[in-house]
């Protein structure tokens, strides 16, 4: 019986801990304009920079990361409620420079997207729109090393794409958003049931 609780206590021991942490932003944002002529518009990263999330993860942009910075894609610019056209922030900064990496699945960019906002004291209803926005309109892409390299996409070196948004109208789901303020599980399934070609196989894609 001794020896039973025991090893339960030493099991509970080793169990991984979950810390909890207070989303925070860490070191300096330090940007430049490129002086490439094709990079018009963009910025690029002088420096690493971080975003720490709720669980304590670490999702670092890295130096020289070309970047966009606006919060909003451009087919989704100007519907009501969602930020001005030409604002940057330092979500968008990291959401840029960690999606072109193309490491991380696309959709826990999206999240971390989110907390980020949050963290720059968004209101979470203008944060939970600004997910909707970009997990409807954004860059999408397979992780480097994922099956689709190994198979039907073994040709390309980098697989990304957007969904089709023409003939879309996402008012209806902005209202609803800032009205109810629905979990981030309950947007996600209300845009698979809006956008019904999500993916990187059927030919009405615009590549990226």
């Keep these: 019986m001794v020896r039973t609780l025991l090893s339960c206590v030493l099991w509970l021991t080793c169990l991984p801990v979950r810390a909890d942490v207070d989303p925070h932003f860490a070191g300096r944002l330090v940007l430049e304009i490129p002086e490439d002529v094709s990079l018009a518009g963009r910025m690029r990263l002088v ?16 130096r020289g990361s070309v970047v966009e910075g606006a919060l909003v894609p451009s087919e989704l610019r100007g ?32 999240r971390m997207f989110f907390e980020a906002n949050l963290a720059e004291d968004v209101s979470r209803p ?22 689709c390299y190994g198979s039907c996409h073994a040709a390309v070196t980098l697989l990304t794409w957007k969904p089709d948004l023409r003939g879309l109208d996402f008012r209806p789901v902005i209202d609803w958003i800032w009205r109810e303020d629905p979990s981030l599980d309950a947007i996600d399934d209300r845009l698979g049931q809006l956008i019904h070609r999500p993916g990187p196989h059927l030919f009405a894609q615009q590549p990226q």
């Design 47 to 62: 420096q690493d920079y971080t975003f720490v999330d709720g669980r304590g993860r670490r999702w670092t942009a890295a």
């Design 126 to 147: 203008q944060a939970k729109l600004l997910y909707m926005a970009w997990r409807a309109g954004g860059r999408r892409w397979e992780p480097h090393g994922s099956s």
């Design 79 to 110: 519907l009501p409620l969602l930020a001005p056209d030409g604002q940057v922030r330092r979500a968008a900064v990291l959401r840029d420079a960690i999606a072109s990496a193309g490491t991380e699945a696309w959709h826990d960019v999206a």
